[in-house]
Every structure is written in C-alpha cells, then in structure tokens.
C-alpha cells in the first residue's frame, strides 16, 4: 500500500532541483511534506513516509517521537520558508515598500497558479481537529505573524488603514486559495491579483518606486506540487504587473523579476 506513494526521482532532488539532503532527519520531512501536500495529513501514514525518504519506521521514530510530532516540523519548515519569501521581496524592492506590497500580490498570484493544493498550513487546520493538537499553535502563531507582517508592509507603504487592508489582502488569499482547489483554476483566483490591486489602490497606497515588468505564467512541467496549469494567466492582468521571476538585472528603470518559490506565501 505505502508503494503506491513512492516517487523515486524525488528523493534524489528536491522541488527546486537541487540535491535532496542526506541527512536521514531533513530527507524525512522533505518526503512527509510533499506526501502531506498531495494526500492529506491523514491519507498519509508512517510507513509510506519513510519508504519515500529512502529509510525506515525505526529511524524516522528516533528523530521524531510521533507522527504529530512530525506533522510539527513539516510545518515549521513551512514557515521557514515564508520568511524566504518576505527576505526576497525585501531583496528584491529594497527601500521600496510600496514595491514590496505589489510584490507581495504577484507571489501569491504564483503560488495560485502553480499549486492546487492549497495552503499547506490551512489544509493542517482543516484535518487536525483536536483543540490540542501541537501543530494547532503552529498554525496560529503562523497565520498571525504573516497578517501581522502583511499589516506592517502596509503601513510603512502609506496606506490608509494599513490594519484593515491586511486583513482584506489576508482573506482575499485565503478564499482565493480554497477557490483553486474547489473550482480549479479558471474560477475566481485567476482574477485574485486584478482583485488585489484593485484593493491595494482603493486604500491609496503609495506607487512603487520602481516601474513593473510583465507576469510570467509559471510553467506547468516544472511547477512542484502543481495541477495540469495553464501557460497563460487566464484572463490576464495588463502588462504593467512585473514579472514573477528573478531572471537577473532587469533593464534599466524597470523592476526586478521575482524569481518562482514554489508555495512561497503559505
């Protein structure tokens, strides 16, 4: 049974292609959470978990005392790697929060295209009921900092009610994000990035200090975790949006391209 979930060129590479870790404790989560992503946190059980990670049930017990306690660090590094994608775009629109916010919504508008499964966070909310869970505290503590975040970037880019445009910007990708796994990706969240700054300019923020690029589809055959996607952005956004991608120095006067992160914003 746990053979059927076995992706034998996965474990050799991780999403982004590089070399997958050797380390038997990071190959363990690095397979829990791609199982975890495709199948559910309860469709998913031990043994699979450590066929796929090249391992056994006695190894993955002795890094980790449960399963829960599993699910804990699958979603810990989920969170990792949202704070990447804050230091990108902070990187990326340096000294430039306006900039920043407009990125914000071009990297969630890719994680909408490229990924079907939703937000791997959410997703954990929804499966793991019980009030005590240990990852339920993860969860919140996540969820809050990224509004919190969010709120900040608002703030310092001169919004009006920085606080209330989070939280719309929040919910927006929230719903945008349970729109794509229920009707798929032509339905509601292919409009989310016209919807978001449509939102973003009702608020009056500050233009960015740079100018924009065009978006890039991401495409569909090396997108990690994603459904059959289309290589256009269906009804696209006019091409004064940047780009997604980070391809290198942009020309002169146009901003950088943020390059693809696979489930950048969780």
């Known amino acids: 049974m746990a053979g059927k979930f076995v992706k034998p060129e996965a474990i050799s590479r991780d999403e982004?292609?590089?070399?997958?870790?050797?380390?038997?404790?990071?190959?363990?989560?690095?397979?829990?959470?791609?199982?975890?992503?495709?199948?559910?946190?309860?469709?998913?059980?031990?043994?699979?978990?450590?066929?796929?990670?090249?391992?056994?049930?006695?190894?993955?017990?002795?890094?980790?005392?449960?399963?829960?306690?599993?699910?804990?660090?699958?979603?810990?590094?989920?969170?990792?790697?949202a704070d990447a994608a804050w230091d990108l775009l902070e990187a990326t629109y340096p000294g430039d929060p306006a900039g920043q916010l407009h990125g914000w919504v071009r990297l969630a508008g890719e994680c909408l295209v490229s990924d079907g499964r939703g937000c791997d966070m959410a997703n954990a909310a929804v499966e793991l009921t019980e009030s005590d869970h240990p990852a339920r505290r993860v969860i919140e503590e996540f969820k809050t900092t990224q509004r919190d975040r969010l709120a900040r970037l608002c703030r310092t880019a001169g919004v009006n009610h920085p606080d209330l445009l989070a939280d719309a910007m929040s919910l927006l990708f929230e719903g945008a994000r349970v729109s794509r796994q229920s009707v798929g990706a032509e339905g509601p969240s292919a409009r989310f990035m016209r919807m978001a700054e449509a939102i973003i300019a009702s608020f009056g923020a500050n233009a960015p200090k740079t100018a924009p690029d065009t978006v890039t589809a991401p495409d569909p055959a090396t997108a990690p975790h994603s459904v059959t996607a289309p290589h256009t952005v269906p009804n696209p956004p006019p091409k004064t949006e940047p780009s997604l991608r980070v391809t290198g120095a942009s020309a002169a006067g146009s901003a950088p391209k943020l390059r693809k992160t696979s489930k950048a914003l969780a």
């Not at 199948?39 to 090249?54: C, F, K, L, T």
């Open 16 to 81: 982004d292609g590089a070399a997958a870790p050797s380390r038997p404790r990071d190959r363990i989560v690095l397979s829990a959470r791609d199982l975890f992503h495709k199948h559910g946190i309860r469709g998913i059980g031990v043994d699979a978990i450590a066929e796929a990670a090249g391992t056994n049930k006695m190894t993955l017990y002795r890094h980790f005392g449960s399963k829960d306690d599993l699910i804990v660090a699958c979603l810990n590094k989920v969170a990792h790697d």
